[in-house]
Each structure stands twice: as structure tokens, then as C-alpha cells.
């Protein structure tokens, strides 16, 4: 069983910052995959960012290239979002996932089969 747990959103002006942490426990997540997505009312679930169990290979949405960036801290099993540049279109609820698998994160989230219970980022114009 692998247990993620989301913190970090809130509320924030247009081009401000937030930096959103996953932390997971569970068995060997060092070795999952590790994922970001968001969905916000009445829309799909997009994805976010991924990265890879050592945090060698990444994957981003092209929307979020340049203004967020996926880490990961194995020693503390958590992964982070770095959020920069918030329009009101990033509003959503934005969730983590992991995934067992050793090769490039995945992009898509049929492929993470944990998650966690979501944290709410609202940003104002």
C-alpha cells in the first residue's frame, strides 16, 4: 500500500508563487514514479509534471514548461511543485500520484495507481 500525502495549496495572486510537496510512505516508493496532475471543475484531469524514481528524467504539460518544476527528495520520499507565474487557469485542485515503474514518467493518468486526496490551489486576478 503506498500512502501520498499532499500540502502546500492555497490561495495566491496572479504571478505569484506556490510550491505544492507530496509526501509518500508505503512500501519502496523511493523506487515509484511520481506524478502531477490537476483538475479543476468541470474539466478532465490534466496532467501536470512527472518525474522519474531518481529524478533523472522529467516530463512536463507544455502549458507549465518554464514557469513550474517537478523535484523529488528520495531521503524524505517526498516531491515537490514548484509553481511560478500563476494565471487564474492554473485554479484546480492538483493531486499527486506514484506509479512502480523504472522507466520515463508517465504522462497520462491511467498509469499511476495511487493517489493522493488533492490540495486546492486558487489563484486571483
Known amino acids: 500500500q503506498v500512502l501520498l500525502v499532499e500540502s502546500g495549496g492555497g490561495l495566491v495572486q496572479t504571478g505569484g508563487s506556490l510550491r505544492l510537496s507530496c509526501a509518500a510512505s508505503g512500501r519502496t516508493v523511493s523506487r515509484y514514479a511520481m506524478g502531477w496532475f490537476r483538475q479543476a471543475p468541470g474539466k478532465e484531469r490534466e496532467f501536470v509534471a512527472s518525474?522519474?524514481?531518481?529524478?533523472?528524467?522529467?516530463a512536463y504539460a507544455d502549458s507549465m514548461k518554464g514557469r513550474f518544476t517537478i523535484s523529488r527528495d528520495t531521503a524524505k520520499n517526498t516531491v515537490y511543485l514548484q509553481m511560478n507565474s500563476l494565471k487564474p487557469e492554473d485554479t484546480a485542485l492538483y493531486y499527486c500520484?506514484?506509479?512502480?515503474?523504472?522507466?520515463?514518467?508517465?504522462?497520462?493518468?491511467?498509469?499511476?495507481?495511487?493517489w493522493g486526496q488533492g490540495t486546492q490551489v486558487t489563484v486571483s486576478s
Open positions: 518525474i522519474n524514481w531518481s529524478g533523472s528524467s522529467t
Open positions: 500520484a506514484a506509479t512502480a515503474t523504472l522507466a520515463v514518467p508517465p504522462m497520462v493518468y491511467y498509469e499511476y495507481p495511487y
